[in-house]
């Protein structure tokens, strides 16, 4: 509870106007009570024989007020629960979008945890804290007024709160476990979650590989998380009840013990047992929001360690180095790279230690077998990944910390589980007759027009899709061009025109190539051919570019 208030206090206005307005409207309901009991004491002792008319105007303000009171807390915290809401995924998506790559992948389950459940939980927790300020501001009023009442009813009172208090504390601590135990399996359920999303071709193909997700990952999590919450919630009921039962035994003693013991008057006893009536409303209604309340400090404790972790992987953008820019570009040298990827608690796969120059205007291919380390160098060149040794070189610069976003800034990119985004985000101002000149290029003219932010469809087939997106890369006017396999989803004809025409005008237009290709019919169109065999890369000389052409005619 403390831990949440601190956090939602950071927009303090708001939250204090909230408070202000919580407690205003807290009172106004006391005074419901008090005007309540004091018209109650009048009719008993046969005071009100006529409509008194300041009487009714009392009733009338008091209804007035809190009617504004209650709308005008409730506007303020449904806005800042909105603003509260965007604010933290505003947030988390800042920390994403400038995380470390490996960080972030690693962490798609709980990131995806994060914006559905606990932004939602924290919001929601937000408007809750205003009902429990208002009905806490209650509680404290009516007990004030019961002690004036009668000191002794009071005392007992008390004494009969914090027994159920501290049957609650201690019920609720096996709750609080079930809740953390549930909100973990959460991030387990999303993972399952994006695997059916993210594979749902493979699934329609073949219905079983869904049907075998959820019986034998999701159904398990949902069993597990019903039990929890089920049970966490039940602990919750069975503490409620045990308050309630404790205030009826003492509602009972006060109606048949105390007031004939104490010899209190009647018209306290019924004053008192009025206001107790209500403060046993005020302490369920704080009851019932307690397991939201511990489900958001659950998901603040998350957020606040996703964040966190994040935060520490991540990379500040510096694009203002001289040196790095898309017409300085001559040369990358790597050094004795090598990275290490931990594939399970035993098995370890490496590539490296690889050494290489990339010079303007090359045209690379990098070939070799599944597994071999291909994609691992090419995401360590990009700066994708941070070599574990060695050093990667801009213009005879070495790379750090501070140049590296910089760096990356060089590429243009075109992966083969490549993302073909509908507009040119961060590319507003291309050049719309090269763009033009491209899709002609590729022979896509006649499906694709050129519009104000981007194409007007990549509605296309998956080769079309492919060469829309190396189009885009070429209109970012990045100096080096990296495909991974973008030849292999384009027919024979265009496979040809690609090797054969289009890198040569590529390379006349200023890029600079390294693409990850198997067509080894097209290798002599490259001006430099590497293996990548068993995580080394080698370099092949002409005469074995030949001898790879002559073997395969």
Known sequence: MKDILKFISNDKKPILAGIILGVISGLLSFSFLAFFNFMIGIIIMENYNEVNRNYILVFVVIVLLFIWSRRAMSF????????????LRMELLSIILKSNYTELDKRRPEIHSALIHDIGTLTQASLNIIHFITSSVVLISCLAYMYYLSGVLFLITIITCVLGILVYLLGSRKSDVLFIQTRDL??????????????????????????????????????????????????????????????????????LVFSV????????????????????????????????????????????????????????????????????????????????????????????????????????????????????????????????????????????????????SMFAVVFNDYYLFDEFYGNENFDQQKAKDYLTLFEIEEKVQVIENGFSTVDLSTGQRKRLALIAALLENKPIIVMDEWAA???PYFRKKFYTEILSILKQDGFTILAITHDDVYYSYCDKLLKMEDGKLKNETNIEIQDKLILNE
């Open 76 to 87: 303020t915290f449904i806005k800042y629960s909105q603003r509260l809401f965007w604010k």
């Open 186 to 255: 959460e991030d387990g359920f999303m993972k399952n979650f994006n695997a059916i999303l993210n594979g749902f071709r493979e699934i329609h193909m073949d219905n079983k590989k869904g049907l075998g997700i959820v019986a034998k990952n999701i159904e398990p999590i949902s069993q597990r998380s019903f039990s929890n919450n089920t049970n966490a919630f039940v602990g919750f009921l069975n503490n409620q009840i045990t308050g309630q039962i404790l205030f009826y035994i003492l509602i009972a003693s006060i109606l």
């Open 261 to 408: 013991k104490l010899e209190i008057e009647g018209i306290i006893i019924v004053n008192f047992l009025f206001i107790l009536l209500y403060v046993l409303g005020a302490l369920e209604g704080i009851m019932v929001l307690i397991p939201s309340l511990v489900q958001a400090r659950i998901s603040f404790m998350r957020l606040t360690k996703l964040k966190e972790d994040l935060n520490a992987s991540v990379v500040e953008f510096n694009v203002q180095n001289n040196e790095f820019n898309v017409q300085s570009f001559e040369n990358i040298k790597i050094s004795e790279i090598e990275f290490t990827y931990q594939l399970d608690n035993t098995e370890n796969f490496q590539i490296g230690p690889i050494s290489f120059i990339l010079d303007k205007g090359d045209i690379v291919f990098i070939y070799g077998g599944n597994g071999s380390g291909k994609t691992t160098f090419i995401h360590s060149l990009l700066g994708l990944l941070k070599p574990d040794k060695g050093s990667i070189a801009f213009n005879n610069i070495s790379l750090n910390e501070s140049t590296y976003s910089s760096y990356k």
């Open 489 to 491: 989803d384009q027919d």
